[in-house]
């Protein structure tokens, strides 16, 4: 086969990049531009989708386009924040898979200059009956762990969820957080001619070659073994070490700009400096630091080894750099520097070995139209686990034992959620964790959220219903959103159901947070997530930050004997594409359409009760519906509650299966004393009283059903996750 | 009242316990793990982390750094020092502290509020808390089961050197005798693997770890 199709070109774009040299390229150049024009770098069935995402805001500070977002959160302090995907790394070697997604993104957030503060993490494997599932959760979660945990950096969120589509495919989506003062950031457009390329932290070795293009834009088929070298392995030692030399050269104001090192390692890192900051650059490969001996030119351009961080520094400020970088004990090399060619040139042995047009590499890569088509037909197989007839208590229990529901905090508790001593609510019961910021006298929540089986049903109203659902688990500790970063799992773009299904969901993204008000700064984009038996759900994940504006106020509290239970919003529910549906095999195409204003008054209503700090307990209703809400609120007060759903069932005419088991965004439940709940009735939103907390039972009427079950029950069910994975 | 607050390259918690050194009262700097001059304080804090990476073995390899030797010296003059979670493993690999810190049972990294138990030490760590007293204080590591050999065991115990226990069928990791905290026969040395340094404001989840920090100074330190 032509080389260039070994590296994922297609003739196509060969020819485009033969036609803008006026030749043909040399094996570096190739090498080079086969990673920046790959889907992973180049965006190139995205990118137009991309730009119709609203992005601007009054509290953007960065936005698309920088290594990651960031939002002003007051006194002089920005947030820095974005996701990003490491799933075909991780289907193949799971630990340093999740491992290096991990410091691939804390890299994204430290190039900015901010100090990582949190990471969450959003993750989906097949069903845990298979051995290769849990070989794969474990070997993820020991991996986010293990550099998380090292790097001092606490994890404080995040979502697991299991089905089928991802047995083969799963995904590690890790999202960074970190906080700066906004006028000591720095952006990566490297500037002024002369000035010196330096290459900060581990030596690079053949780890990772092609990494880009060989496993994050193809689908993963036979023989994924046999990619395992592609994977690099990661070393969170060295990435503290240039984590805190880097902010010490940030601190003495040493550097002109900064930018890590990720897929496509020099190739991208430098060819995207010398874009953004419309300069050429050279980089000489015999200056950079090698793990072993006799590496090709092609080789150390395109080495994802990781742990290194490229900067921008003015002659004269060379030494310095050196200085700071021996007392962390971390590589230091000059590599290269800016020039005023507008190319970027590959030296090695003195002589030119590559020489490209620096628009032509970084930002010549065609960017396609998609041709959507709507699938006739469900595109994914069910798989049954429970009789349709089954009474609503064995229901109830199902749901809450469903690997999706049941607590996750088997892999919360091998995570570091404190270190830094911010971490007001931590992993668990709450919807977001909150963080305490006191430089700026403010407290900021986050969280992150994905329904691959809702957005399967239906792309638009699913992935509404993500970003309402993500605004949701803000509105519940107070938080008002600040800014958005999206990580697109989809399949190949390149088949029309595939085409559809992103477009349908970059639109229901789009409208969601322009309904919200809401920019989205950042994000990434992994595409054909897909196996030999198919594609996995299309999985738009959301991550959103917050502000609170009172920590002590964030009605994390459990619900007391006394308490009254609300239901608050415009709560319509359904069994279409509901957990439940997933475990009677009865999803198919179609969701009822979210009520999109009526859910976000909903919030705002939440949020306020929350932050006058009247409530004692606020929790939206999400998988498994009322049922599996109020049944969670038990299991963690360890109090029971008495309520009936007929109101529920009298204003939208649902049926007592759906009132119980149904889904659908707009939902809260809220625990407090009787008339502060009333009250909210009348703010425009709908307010059911469902009835007392009390006793040790979880009693629920809904028509003609009830469930009556204790609460030793309940939680037997739903802390079953670990004799699941760890079997 | 000046603490001192080491760090190495790998550290994680070391800004942690110089807000709490801060919040229980006193002044508070870092001492670089090449600094073999401690610099006049009164009290040193090994912190928490990976140092070095911690590849080869929990605190292998920061036993040997300047710092610690120096911390050595102004242990053996009576200093107070206190080691928490990688800075026990620090002071056990030093031999300033008996025993060891294994792998936890589960081989798992565990973090969760822990309730732990005042034991029977004396020492000016302890010097605020009683005997039986409980207290809420994180617990995170991958490598906090405490052994020590029988009879070395039997000294430890016997010898009043037990500062904090696992509150009954709480153990995270399979330490011996429940054991989360010992000081060396003299006293003045305490490492335990719970955080006390994160359990110094309400707001995060508990104070009851200021105690200990604050028992120093009651004491009449510095």
Redesign the interface.
Do not use: A, I, M, W
């Given at each position: 086969m032509a080389r260039h199709r070994e590296l994922g070109l297609t003739d196509r774009e060969y020819e485009l990049i033969c036609d803008r040299m006026s030749r043909e390229p040399n094996g570096v150049e190739l090498a080079m531009f086969s990673l920046l024009w790959s889907e992973h770098c180049g965006y190139k069935h995205s990118r137009k989708l991309l730009s119709t995402l609203p992005t601007e805001g009054p509290r953007v500070v960065m936005g698309p386009g920088e290594n990651a977002g960031a939002v002003d959160v007051g006194n002089g302090y920005s947030v820095a924040f974005k996701v990003e995907s490491h799933n075909h790394p991780s289907a193949v070697e799971p630990f340093q898979g999740a491992a290096t997604g991990v410091g691939g993104i804390l890299r994204d957030v430290i190039a900015l200059g901010a100090r990582p503060i949190a990471m969450l993490d959003s993750l989906r494997f097949g069903p845990p009956e298979d051995e290769r599932t849990r070989y794969l959760v474990d070997g993820v979660v020991r991996g986010i762990g293990h550099y998380g945990n090292s790097m001092g950096i606490p994890t404080v969120g995040g979502e697991i969820e299991f089905a089928a589509p991802y047995a083969q495919n799963p995904l590690v989506n890790a999202m960074c957080v970190g906080l700066a003062k906004t006028d000591e950031m720095v952006r990566a457009a490297a500037s002024g001619p002369g000035n010196l390329v330096v290459l900060v932290g581990s030596l690079t070795g053949r780890d990772g070659i092609g990494g880009a293009s060989v496993l994050a834009s193809a689908e993963l088929g036979e023989g994924d073994d046999a990619k395992r070298p592609t994977v690099q392995i990661g070393d969170p030692f060295e990435e503290s070490k240039v984590l805190e030399c880097c902010q010490e050269l940030l601190a003495e104001g040493l550097l002109v700009s900064l930018q890590d090192l990720g897929a496509a390692g020099l190739t991208s890192s430098a060819g995207e400096m010398a874009s953004a900051g419309r300069v050429g650059i050279e980089i000489d490969v015999g200056q950079v630091p090698l793990r072993e001996a006799g590496m090709e030119p092609f080789e150390v351009m395109v080495s994802e080894s990781q742990e290194r961080m490229l900067a921008i520094v003015e002659p004269d400020q060379v030494d310095r750099v050196r200085e700071v970088c021996e007392k962390w004990q971390t590589g230091f090399a000059v590599v290269g520097r800016v020039t005023d060619s507008g190319k970027f040139t590959v030296v090695a042995d003195g002589e030119a070995v590559g020489e490209m047009v620096v628009e032509d590499l970084v930002d010549g890569c065609p960017a396609y139209d998609l041709e959507p088509a709507e699938p006739t037909e469900w595109p994914y197989s069910n798989h049954p686990t429970l009789d349709p007839e089954t009474d609503p208590e064995e229901v109830l229990l199902a749901l809450l034992a469903s690997p999706t529901i049941a607590s996750k905090q088997w892999a919360f508790e091998q995570y570091d959620s404190i270190v830094g001593s911010r971490t007001v609510v931590r992993p668990g019961p709450a919807d977001a964790a909150v963080l305490s910021i006191p430089e700026a006298g403010t407290a900021i929540a986050v969280a992150i959220d994905g329904s691959g089986r809702r957005v399967a049903c239906e792309p638009w109203s699913g992935t509404v219903g993500t970003v309402l659902e993500c605004a949701a688990n803000l509105a519940s500790v107070g938080a008002e959103p600040l800014g958005v970063t999206n990580c697109l799992n989809f399949g190949n773009p390149e088949k029309p159901t595939i085409a559809w299904q992103l477009t349908r969901s970059v639109e229901g993204l789009g409208d969601a947070c322009r309904a919200l008000g809401v920019p989205v700064v950042g994000g990434n984009v992994s595409l054909y997530n897909e196996t030999p038996s198919g594609p996995i759900y299309p999985t738009p994940v959301v991550g959103m930050v917050g502000e609170v504006p009172d920590p002590n106020r964030v009605a994390s509290r459990p619900w007391e004997e006394g308490d009254q239970v609300a239901l608050v919003g415009p709560f319509d529910p359904s069994l279409a594409g509901s957990e439940l549906a997933s475990l009677t095999g009865s999803l198919g195409p179609g969701l009822p359409d979210p009520d999109l204003e009526g859910s976000i008054a909903a919030i705002e209503v939440v949020r306020e009760a929350v932050r006058s700090g009247s409530v004692r307990t606020a929790h939206d209703v999400s998988d498994g519906g009322i049922a599996v809400a109020l049944a969670e609120l038990a299991i963690n007060a360890g109090l029971g509650c008495d309520v009936d759903l007929g109101s529920l069932i009298a204003r939208t005419d649902c049926s007592p299966e759906d009132a119980l088991f149904g889904e659908c965004p707009g939902g809260f439940i809220l625990a407090g004393e009787h008339p502060v709940l009333e009250q909210l009735g009348g703010k425009g939103v709908p307010v059911e009283m469902l009835g007392p907390v009390a006793g040790d039972e979880l009693q629920v009427t809904a028509g003609e059903r009830t469930v009556v079950l204790g609460l030793a029950r309940l939680r037997e069910a739903w802390e079953s996750l670990p004799a699941a994975v760890e079997a | 009242m000046v603490w001192g607050v080491l760090q190495f390259?790998?550290?994680?918690?070391e800004?942690?316990a110089l807000?709490a050194c801060r919040l229980a009262g006193g002044e508070a700097r870092l001492i670089w793990h090449d600094d073999d001059d401690l610099g006049g304080v009164d009290a040193v804090v090994v912190p928490?982390?990976?140092s070095?990476?911690?590849?080869l073995r929990a605190g292998s390899i920061a036993r040997f750094s300047p710092a610690m030797e120096a911390v050595a010296r102004f242990a053996a003059d009576g200093g107070p020092v206190i080691g928490i979670c990688n800075g026990f493993q620090v002071l056990c690999e030093s031999g300033l502290l008996p025993g060891a810190l294994l792998p936890n049972d589960s081989t798992?990294?565990?973090?969760?509020q822990g309730e732990l138990v005042v034991g029977e030490a004396e020492s000016p760590w302890t010097s605020a808390l009683e005997p039986g007293h409980v207290l809420s204080v994180?617990v995170?590591h991958?490598s906090g089961r405490f052994f020590a050999p029988p009879d070395v065991l039997e000294e430890i115990v016997s010898g009043g050197q037990v500062a904090f226990r696992y509150s009954p069928g709480s153990n995270p990791n399979g330490s011996l005798d429940d054991i989360a905290g010992i000081v060396n026969r003299e006293g003045n040395v305490l490492g335990l693997m719970p955080?006390p340094?994160?359990a110094?404001?309400p707001?995060?989840?508990s104070e009851d770890g200021l105690a200990i920090f604050r028992g120093v100074i009651g004491a009449g330190v510095g």
């Open positions: - | 390259p790998g550290s994680c918690d800004r942690d807000n928490g982390g990976f070095y990476g911690d590849y798992r990294f565990t973090c969760h994180p995170k991958q955080h340094e994160h110094v404001d707001l995060t989840g």
